[in-house]
DNA sequence: TAGTTGATCGTCT
DNA sequence: GACGATCAACTAA
């Protein structure tokens, strides 16, 4: 088995983890089955400093997780129908972390469609954040989970080339419109968004 | 193909 | 009481 990913990764600048995590194995163990996923999409949402982030007013009961040490998830529930899933950074007490946007299935895909529950495309799988929860079966008891334990973690894997990477403004959120703090692989089909998607053959 | 809208409820004001 | 770090189904053309 492929290292998981050390504490050390998820401690450093936000913005740099974002772009690291592009590439990188993330690993769900899913009632004896194993999920695995390439980043191929994230959000980088940096608590005080950034009026997009839920915890740019401070600590509330949902947004706790933020506040821990990097390497945890935050799950959070919105639209009264989705989940969305963040990897926490830095150090505790500083609530920054990075929104998991897209994923390429690199295993575990028929499980994957049975949890979607759709009859969709590989790529309609996980090119979006509710959609990536949905297919890698994340939901509220996820929210907190330590990504140093065996239920989710993330393993290094072939480094994305920094001429690969795009970056954006974020999506779906009115304020912090102008920072570019999303990024993802260019020209890979499970990036979110129509401009994005392969055309249908 | 582009644009619009309904679903559905936890969270915060 | 309003709205959201979304998605899918629908409409029009």
């Not at 950074?89 to 979607?116: D, H, K, N, S, W």
């Amino acid at each position: 088995m492929p290292s998981k990913l050390p504490r050390s990764f998820y401690l450093r600048p936000t913005l740099q983890v974002a772009k690291e995590l592009l590439g990188q194995l993330i690993v769900r163990n899913y009632h004896g089955e194993r999920l695995v996923g390439r980043i191929v999409e994230v959000e980088a949402y940096r608590g005080s400093i950034d009026p997009a982030s839920h915890a740019y007013r401070g600590k509330t009961k949902r947004n706790e997780v933020m506040f821990r040490e990097g390497g945890h998830l935050y799950v959070y529930f919105t639209y009264g129908m989705h989940f969305c899933a963040n990897v926490v950074t830095r150090r505790e007490g500083i609530a920054e972390a990075v929104l998991i946007r897209g994923v390429e299935p690199v295993r575990g895909i028929e499980v994957m469609r049975r949890l979607r529950g759709k009859d969709v495309t590989d790529v309609d799988l996980t090119n979006g954040p509710a959609k990536f929860c949905e297919a890698f079966g994340i939901k509220r008891a996820q929210n907190g989970v330590s990504l140093m334990g065996n239920e989710m973690y993330l393993t290094r894997a072939k480094r994305i080339l920094t001429s690969k990477i795009a970056s954006t403004t974020r999506i779906g959120i009115q304020a912090g419109v102008e920072k570019k703090w999303r990024f993802f692989v260019a020209g890979n089909p499970w990036v979110s968004g129509k401009h994005h998607r392969v055309r249908k053959g």
